[in-house]
């Protein structure tokens, strides 16, 4: 049963090479089946093949398959070669049946898109290579997902690409990426050359039996992946490409956010745990990165107007503290808010996508308004999904995630109350921005008359991710760690200290701070807007207003110290400046042939003086030396 | 003797091809495609004989899979000495396959003197299919010059607006750079006779020759100067944007693919193992060079707004990364300097197709005129895309298996050249989706109505995309047989201090063994 691994990410190549191929006879439905057969495909097998490992569990707990050697020179032979162990079996469980559900909404939301065959076509080769980086067993072959993964959201954030702005963002995602992929090109040079190998398992053994704690090279390879995983699941400072990729269809945002691309960072990082573990600095950074990361991202969120770039900055800051679990060593508590995340942030760009179809590509927040009578199945479900980004308690999956984070930043052996503050903090920003959304959008007065309904194909991944977003916690209740006790076959555990009443303490003190966001939400946004007016329009707060809107200038700065000085240095140089010398050279040759040119005069007179001027000049030399 | 046969069935194809146009324009266009396809066969025959012999690990001097030596020029001591190794045979490969991509490309667009058309290109294919065989100095330098001639032609004649310029820009350029060898192959041949009191111009005889070092590194440069202009190297590149933007595109596809080749090649058969120690000197700055073209071509491709001039300063920056690989000297550099070499010749040939295919369309190369074009001309646009997306070094596609091999081997010489040379991983995206955005997406003014790739036209773009592809999953065939001959190469090295492609502390597994991938379970 496990060797037909390959065929989880197999299915979804398939599926793109069939669209690619197929041309316009595959038709509208065609398409759309090929698109979300394939992934279901995948998703199917994901699930058989849990269940088989599950039952029967192999050898070590880890199962590893090699189609070819993808290249071989001398030592250095990494294979086309997958790897199943408890971490990329949860991870493949989500992607595949996030990214299904994703495809099945898509077959809805692009029914009526005359580019919905390249549409499928991208994002099944998305979904295939996420497949192949989780599934990876050397670090050459998750490159191969990594870059690939990047590549797919730039097709896709550019996907409607006759708006030369979408086109922007889309390159925008490729090259801020792109910076930390050469990062952690650099970070393979170097553990190959040190090491030896690139296989992850062998890699991570070699690490920590050669490497001391703390030695440059560990802290040198952690921090050029480290700058790697930055870009791809957009943390500070890489963080900026990621509210501009919105561009694309909502359905690519669900997928981007939930599933795929940006949590690969935090699955890098996850995977080379050993790594990380071996440059304590590096992971106190990843944790500092993470706090700082959900704290600004947060702010931003909070006076966004889109509701899809509120969103996308929520997704930061989710990813956020995922980061921060990482840094304290938290791994599966790191694993389980992906999971989680992935569920109710699929949920809730899908519910948007629902309330932008219905409106007529409306995107501004303060447009909308009472949305909840007429799209009911929406509003519910986007509650589901609200409730559980604001981790509001007990009844929600991200309370558990969330939960659990912010204990473990507390009681890990690295972690601090800084931290715990940090995260904290975010719990509460986090809560006031996910229900002004809710309560600007689906509340208050209506707007007017509304457009296309959700069909059935629309409507079914809504309740099933609505279901998944408040009982998908479960597997990690406290005091039945389901997940963890699986996830440590991968990934060590933490060092805690702390009791089962602190715990229970700092639960509280986490639920309060949800729902006193929500509680503030509500009395700004519902109850008294202009109390929300007056504060944004004092002078400070204007200021910050502007700030936190710009995502804090980011991309201000960039534009200048990067973008602008490369462009002058492009256009300055376009005709060559070393051309010159050559040109220069045939310019020379040329004027002094012409000057030369002028003492051919045909007057033998002049050709006599010159002979006899030569002469004497000759017989004067020879006559001195 | 069937090295002798390559090049004279290509010769003789050649003018069987001019005088067959006489009966009209189709005869010269068939019997060149079919004299490459009888020779690509040929060769992959061969190819594959090798392979099933196990011929392919050779690896001592002087030994060869096929080797011609006959008396030329007894008085000077030069020889009819033409020999094949590993490099040789991929080389050749190249050079019949993109012959028949640059037949192909040209069926329609060549219109005017076709039959002395394909006799130019033929006999261009002949000289460097002579330059990647021959092993005698002296008939290497003949073949050498033979590809120039032909070439100034098919730029002269059947080029753009501005090819006289161009031609003559080329012709001076490599001529004056070729003298510049010749007098280093005198030079070399003198002082291996004043030692040995031998006259010759056989590789395996000059091999080794006593030299002072400073004799060695003159008589290195000179022969680096004429191949770094070909490949080439920063500053000696500036013939190259004006050369391949005013040829045809079957020039373009020879000169990119072939001729920039020749140079690379150069220096692996003769720079290297001539004057080891000189080119170990010489190597540090030599990569310097190197990286410095990397980021200098893509800056200015980035900057182009002539299609086909932005694609010829990419070439800049790719060739960066073979002159790169080779002055890096150990086994994974060279071996991913020859896939850069292949994989280039590839993506590069197939983008200048492509802007061909373009300009017969809309009759510009002016980034300004083109936009939106994936909304008339999806097939065209989307090899345009993964072409590009190939210039760029995306995972799974040939040119990145060869980047990355150039990297990981550098990065075992020189840590700051390699972390610099990474920079190319970024400016290259930049260039490459900048051509994407300019001439694919964003609205579609002025061409309403354009018709896509024809059966022809998709036939070559498929080849191309399947070749790239195939390189990228599974270059191995490419690694193998170019082994034998690289292993030789690098016993030259000064030391031969070969890590076998580990670093410097290659440590064991702890555990290897223990959980060795199961096969099954």
Redesign the interface.
């Known amino acids: 049963m ?2 037909l691994l390959f065929l989880i990410p197999f299915f979804p190549f398939a599926g793109f090479a069939l669209l ?1 191929l197929g041309g316009r006879r595959l038709g509208r439905r065609g398409s759309a089946a090929i698109g979300a057969g394939s992934v279901g495909l995948s998703a199917l097998a994901s699930l058989a093949l849990s269940l088989d490992f599950l039952i029967s569990p ?3 707990y ?5 189609l ?9 032979d990494p294979g ?2 997958f790897y199943l162990d408890a971490l990329s079996l949860v991870m493949i469980l989500v992607i595949s049946v996030v990214s299904f559900l994703i495809h099945i909404y898509s077959s809805g939301f692009m029914s009526a898109d005359e580019g919905r065959r390249r549409f499928f076509a991208y994002m099944n080769l998305f979904v295939g290579f996420m497949l192949t980086l989780v599934l990876a ?1 050397n670090l ?1 072959l998750l ?2 997902g990594w ?2 993964v990047g ?1 797919c959201s ?1 097709l896709l954030i ?1 996907f409607w ?4 702005a979408n ?1 922007r963002a ?2 925008k995602a ?2 801020v990426t ?2 930390g ?2 990062a952690m ?2 970070a ?3 553990l ?6 690139l296989q992850i ?2 890699l991570m ?2 690490a920590s ?2 490497w001391q704690a703390g030695s440059g090279l560990a802290v040198a390879a952690a921090a050029l992946l480290l700058t790697g995983a930055l870009g791809k699941s957009a943390q500070l400072p890489l963080q900026t490409w990621l509210p501009d990729a919105m561009a694309g269809p909502t359905p690519v945002s669900a997928l981007i956010h939930a599933a795929t691309m940006v949590t690969a960072g935090v699955y890098l990082i996850a995977r080379t745990n050993a790594l990380f573990s071996l440059a304590p600095h590096v992971r106190l950074l990843v944790a500092v990165i993470g706090a700082a990361t959900l704290l600004l991202a947060g702010f931003s969120a909070l006076v966004q107007r889109d509701i899809k770039r509120v969103l996308a900055y929520s997704t930061i800051s989710q990813i956020g503290y995922m980061f921060l679990a990482l840094g304290v060593g938290a791994w599966s508590a790191a694993i389980f808010h992906f999971m989680t995340h992935a569920f109710f942030k699929a949920l809730l760009f899908l519910g948007a996508g629902v309330v932008i179809k219905a409106l007529g590509e409306e995107h501004d927040m303060f447009r909308m308004g009472g949305l909840r009578k007429q799209l009911p199945l929406a509003f519910w479900t986007f509650l589901a999904g609200a409730a559980s980004l604001s981790a509001l308690p007990l009844i929600t999956a991200g309370f558990y995630s969330k939960d659990l984070i912010l204990w473990d930043a507390w009681s890990s052996a690295s972690g601090s109350v800084w931290l715990w503050a940090a995260g904290l903090a975010g719990a509460f920003l986090t809560s006031i921005y996910t229900f002004r959304m809710v309560f600007l959008t689906f509340f208050g007065r209506s707007r007017g008359r509304i457009g296309s309904l959700p069909g059935f194909s629309m409507q079914a991944p809504l309740v099933a991710l609505a279901v998944l977003s408040l009982a998908g916690g479960f597997v990690e209740a406290p005091g039945l760690p389901v997940l963890s006790r699986f996830l440590h076959h991968s990934l060590p555990a933490m060092q805690q200290a702390g009791s089962a009443t602190a715990q229970f303490a700092f639960g509280l003190i986490a639920a309060a701070a949800s729902l006193s966001g929500i509680y503030l939400a509500y009395h700004l946004f519902l109850r008294r807007p202009s109390h929300a007016e007056a504060l944004a329009a004092s002078a400070p707060g204007r200021l910050l207003h502007r700030w936190w809107f710009a995502g804090w200038g980011f991309d201000w700065i960039y534009e200048r110290i990067i973008v602008m000085p ?2 002058c ?3 300055a ?2 005709n ?1 400046l ?2 010159l ?2 040109t220069g050279m045939a310019r020379t040759a040329a004027g002094a042939g012409r000057l030369l040119g002028k003492t051919q005069t045909g007057r033998t007179r002049w050709y006599a003086a010159g002979i006899a001027a030569g002469v004497i000049v000759v017989l004067a030399m020879m006559v001195n030396w | 003797m069937i090295l002798a046969w390559l090049i004279l069935w290509l010769l003789a194809g050649g003018l069987l091809a001019w005088f067959s146009a006489r009966w009209g324009n189709a005869w010269p266009r068939w019997i060149s495609l079919i004299t490459l396809l009888v020779q690509l066969a040929a060769l992959t025959g061969l190819w594959i004989g090798f392979f099933s012999h196990g011929n392919l690990a050779v690896a001592a001097p002087g030994q060869w899979l096929a080797e011609l030596n006959l008396p030329w020029i007894p008085a000077w001591g030069a020889r009819f000495h033409l020999a094949l190794d590993g490099v040789g045979l991929l080389m050749i490969l190249l050079t019949s396959f993109l012959g028949i991509v640059a037949v192909a490309a040209s069926w329609q667009g060549i219109q005017h003197r076709v039959g002395f058309f394909h006799f130019n290109l033929l006999w261009i294919l002949a000289a460097i299919d002579g330059v990647f065989l021959a092993v005698d100095l002296f008939l290497f330098y003949f073949f050498w010059e033979l590809m120039l001639v032909p070439l100034y032609f098919l730029i002269g004649i059947w080029g753009h607006q501005n090819r006289v310029y161009a031609a003559l820009k080329f012709f001076i ?1 490599t001529q004056a750079s070729s003298l510049v060898m010749l007098v280093a192959i005198l030079g070399l041949y003198f002082a291996h006779a004043n030692s040995s009191g031998v006259y010759t111009f056989d590789y395996l005889g000059l091999l080794g020759t006593p030299m002072s070092s400073f004799t060695e590194m003159a008589l290195m440069l000179g022969f680096f100067i004429a191949f770094a202009v070909k490949l080439p190297v ?2 000696l ?2 013939w190259l ?1 004006d050369a391949h933007t005013e040829a045809p595109t079957a020039g373009s596809v020879a000169l990119a693919g072939l001729v920039l080749k020749v140079g690379a090649f150069g220096m692996l058969r003769f720079l290297l193992p001539l004057f080891p120690r000189a080119a170990s000197d010489f190597s540090t700055l030599a990569m310097s060079l190197a990286v410095a073209g990397i980021i200098y071509g893509a ?2 491709a ?4 002539d299609l086909k001039r932005m694609v010829a300063y990419t070439s800049i920056s790719h060739m960066g990364f073979v002159l790169l690989g080779i002055f890096a000297w150990n ?2 550099a060279l ?1 991913g300097a020859i896939v850069i070499m292949i994989a280039h010749g590839v993506s590069t040939g197939a983008l200048f197709v492509i802007v061909g295919d373009l300009q017969d369309r809309i009759h510009t190369r002016d980034l300004d005129r083109m936009g ?1 074009l ?2 008339v001309m999806p097939r065209l646009s ?1 090899a345009g895309l993964l072409f590009a ?1 190939a210039s760029l070094g ?3 596609l040939g040119n990145f ?1 060869g980047e ?2 150039v ?2 081997g550098v ?2 010489v020189s840590i700051p050249l ?2 610099l040379a ?2 190319g ?2 400016v290259s ?2 260039y490459a ?2 051509l994407v ?1 300019r001439v ?5 003014k002025h061409h309403r109505q354009l018709p896509d790739y024809n059966l022809r036209e998709s036939a070559i773009m498929a080849v191309m995309i399947v070749v790239i592809t195939a390189l990228g ?4 065939p490419v ?1 193998s047989t170019a082994r034998g001959a690289l292993k030789k190469l690098g016993s030259y090295a000064p030391g031969h201090h070969q890590p ?8 064991k ?4 063994g223990a ?1 060795k ?5």
């Open positions: 496990l060797r690619a192999p050898a070590g880890s199962y590893s398959q090699t070819w050697t993808w290249m071989k020179v001398g030592g250095f086309i070669s067993d050459v490159y191969l870059e690939g590549l730039y550019g690409y006759k708006d030369a086109g889309a390159r490729f090259i792109r910076v992929d050469a090109a650099i393979l040079f170097l190959f050359n040190k090491l030896g190998t398992q062998a053994r070699l039996a050669h490369y462009t240095l492009a256009h140089g376009k060559d070393l051309d010398i050559f | 350029f920063l500053p590149h500036t944007p800056l200015l980035f900057s182009q707004t086994q994974l071996q939106g994936w909304s989307g997306l995306l995972p799974g298996v990355f091999l990297l990981l990065y075992q390699a972390v990474s920079l991983f970024i995206t930049v989706l900048w955005q694919f997406l964003g609205r579609n999953l599974y270059p191995q690694l076998e492609a580990s670093g410097a502390v290659a440590h597994d702890p555990q290897a959980t991938p199961g096969s099954g379970s």
